[in-house]
Structure formats: structure tokens, C-alpha cells
């Protein structure tokens, strides 16, 4: 089965660099991703990991150990608009299919 | 670039109907779509792999009978949510992986809400 765990809610600083962790255990792995979703609305891509290492793309960066089973997203530079739900999903092994982690809502405050 | 659309983005139906929600990718065939369902203040919960000329996968503890899914071609898949109770209710997403491992096209979402 699958198992992504992460934390429920975070807050904080305008301005401040903050990192949502993510944890899986899947039947299989062909990637990680991380979206963001605001409430109503559906996921946009954040990024993709599916080698180790830290992947870095503006005020986000994404890291990924397959051995541990870890990911995690680093968002530098916060801004208000940074408040919103952080979703973890990995891909399947071999059916395309992602399955997404229990979501991280932040909240950036003044 | 490639767009996913669904329809309708908004349903309120009566308790017993039957509601169906349409996925079209717009501009680029995808022979397997995925669907979503999201309750409030949770994550996406992965319900069913929708397949084009085959029978859809569903995720265990997802009713067949219940969520029917219906893809019969390269760029449409349908969920019917049959005899809708109010614990349907619920926002629908469908998606579909582009032609790149890291790819993967997000319908707006369907927002069900059963009375």
C-alpha cells in the first residue's frame, strides 16, 4: 500500500524560509512531486523529483532521498501569496498513477 | 500548453440522482486519466484510474457500482456518481499524465454538492 505522511498545518514569517517535510513508504516509486493548491481550486506543479538530490527552481527547492524515503520542500523568500495547502504525491512504479500525501497548509503571517 | 477541462464545475443534485462529470483533454490525447475526490480540509484521494477502451482501476474501498467511469476515447473520460447521498458530496479532479515523467495535467475540479 501506500503511506505519505506529512505535517498537517505550519505558519510562518513573511519573508522567512520555511520547509515542509514529507515521508513515504509506496509499493513502488517513479517520482516525487510536490504541488500547491489553494482552497477551490486544483494543484499546480511545484516540482519533480525522481533522482536524489535537491532540485531548485526560484524561492523553491525540492530534495529527495529514495533510500529514506524523504522529501522535502524549502520555500525561501516567503510571501502572503505562499499561503496555501503543500501537497507530497509519488508516482507509482509502473502504473502512472500518484498518490498524494495527507497535505501541509501554511500560513504566512505578517 | 496542454489543457485539461471538466464540466460541470459546479452540480447540485438531489439525494438518489445520478451526476455525470465530463474530463476532455483539450489539445493532446491521453489514453489513461485519473480521478480525485477531495473533501474539505483533506488531501486528493486517488479513486480511480480511467482507461481508454478498457475498464477503469479502482482504488480499494471505492464502490464500482457506485462511481462509474467511462472513457471511451482518446480524449474524454466521464464519472457518474450513481444515486448521490449527501456524503457524496465532495470536489471531483480529474487528471491526466502529459508526455514527460514529471508531467501531469489537472482538470479544474468539480465541486458536488448532494442535498
Known amino acids: 500500500g501506500q503511506n505519505i505522511d506529512q505535517p498537517t498545518e505550519m505558519t510562518a514569517t513573511e519573508g522567512a524560509i520555511v520547509q515542509i517535510n514529507c515521508t513515504y513508504q509506496t509499493s513502488g516509486f517513479n517520482g516525487l512531486f510536490w504541488y500547491q493548491q489553494h482552497a477551490g481550486e486544483a494543484p499546480t506543479f511545484l516540482s519533480y523529483?525522481?533522482?536524489?538530490g535537491l532540485e531548485e527552481k526560484g524561492r523553491f527547492s525540492s530534495f529527495l532521498s529514495r533510500s529514506k524515503g524523504y522529501s522535502y520542500l524549502l520555500l525561501k523568500e516567503l510571501q502572503m501569496k505562499d499561503s496555501a495547502s503543500y501537497l507530497c504525491?509519488?508516482?507509482?512504479?509502473?502504473?502512472?498513477?500518484?498518490?498524494f500525501g495527507t497535505g501541509t497548509k501554511l500560513q504566512v503571517i505578517p | 500548453g496542454a489543457v485539461v477541462s471538466q464540466h460541470p464545475s459546479r452540480v447540485i443534485c438531489k439525494s438518489g440522482t445520478s451526476v455525470k462529470i465530463e474530463c476532455r483533454s483539450l489539445d493532446f490525447q491521453a489514453t489513461t486519466m485519473f480521478w480525485y475526490r477531495q473533501f474539505p480540509k483533506q488531501s486528493l484521494m486517488l479513486m480511480a484510474t480511467?482507461?481508454?477502451?478498457?475498464?477503469?482501476?479502482?482504488e480499494q474501498g471505492v464502490e464500482k457500482d457506485k462511481f462509474l467511469i467511462n472513457h471511451a476515447s482518446l480524449t474524454l473520460s466521464t464519472l457518474t456518481v450513481t444515486s448521490a447521498h449527501p456524503e457524496d458530496s465532495s470536489f471531483y479532479i480529474c487528471?491526466?499524465?502529459?508526455?514527460?515523467?514529471?508531467?501531469?495535467?489537472f482538470g479544474p475540479g468539480t465541486r458536488l454538492l448532494v442535498l
Open positions: 504525491a509519488v508516482r507509482d512504479g509502473g502504473y502512472q498513477k500518484v498518490t
Open positions: 487528471s491526466a499524465p502529459g508526455d514527460s515523467q514529471e508531467t501531469q495535467y
Open positions: 480511467s482507461n481508454e477502451g478498457s475498464k477503469a482501476t479502482y
Open positions: 523529483n525522481v533522482l536524489d
